[in-house]
C-alpha cells in the first residue's frame, strides 16, 4: 500500500505544476488506470484526488490590499 506521504508527494507538484486543473489531471489519470483494469492505480489516484482537495482547503489565502 502506498503511504499518505507518498500520496501527498504526488499530489503536491500537481497543484504547483497545473494549479486549478490538478484534479482534472488526476481524474484524467484515474480515469485511463480504470480503463486498463488497474484497479489498485485507480484508487491510488483517486487518493491522489482527495490530497490535491485538501492541500487547496489548506493553501494560505493571498495578501488582501
Do not use: C, F
Not at 500500500?1 to 497545473?18: E, F, G, K
Not at 484534479?23 to 491510488?44: H, K, P, S, T
Amino acid at each position: 500500500m502506498i503511504s499518505d506521504l507518498d500520496i501527498y508527494r504526488t499530489a503536491n507538484p500537481m497543484v504547483q505544476r497545473h494549479g486549478d486543473d490538478a484534479i482534472a489531471q488526476a481524474a484524467v489519470r484515474a480515469d485511463e488506470l480504470m480503463a486498463d483494469g488497474d484497479e489498485e492505480g485507480e484508487q491510488v489516484w483517486l487518493r491522489v484526488i482527495a490530497a490535491i482537495k485538501q492541500l487547496r482547503d489548506t493553501e494560505a489565502p493571498g495578501a488582501v490590499h
